[in-house]
């Protein structure tokens, strides 16, 4: 089983930052991309950025010059520095992680809890 433990969600105005950390834990033989969804009321999850082992980056176009996601492999975390904030910024922020199972070698795709970012206008 693998395990992702976020934080760094909070309220912020509109136009400040924010950093979200995930760290992965548990049988993992390897991760081949984090990434980060959000999810606001009423609306479907969407992939906001996603990083694979080799530092290739995919951003949603609503947030591209504005946030950047990064990862640490020797850590199994990931980051996502969010800069000039928006309103509909405002979401419940998710890790992902998909790799193999140590082990198995199974692969596995797990989630995190979620952590609220809210943006005050």
């Known amino acids: 089983q693998v395990q992702l433990v976020e934080s760094g969600g909070g309220l912020v105005q509109a136009g400040g930052s924010l950093r979200l950390s995930c760290a992965a834990s548990?049988?993992?033989?390897?991760?081949?991309?984090m990434g980060w969804y959000r999810q606001a009321p009423g609306n479907q999850r969407e992939l906001v950025a996603a990083?694979?082992?080799?530092?290739?980056?995919n951003y949603a176009d609503s947030v591209k010059g504005r946030f950047t996601i990064s990862r640490d492999n020797t850590k199994n975390t990931v980051y996502l520095q969010m800069n000039s904030l928006k309103p509909e910024d405002t979401a419940v922020y998710y890790c992902?992680?998909?790799?193999?199972?140590?082990?198995?070698?199974?692969?596995?795709?797990?989630w995190g809890q979620g952590t609220q970012v809210t943006v005050s206008s």
């Open positions: 992902n992680a998909r790799g193999l199972y140590s082990g198995s070698f199974a692969g596995f795709r797990s």
């Open positions: 990083i694979t082992s080799g530092g290739i980056t």
């Open positions: 548990g049988s993992i033989f390897s991760i081949n991309t």
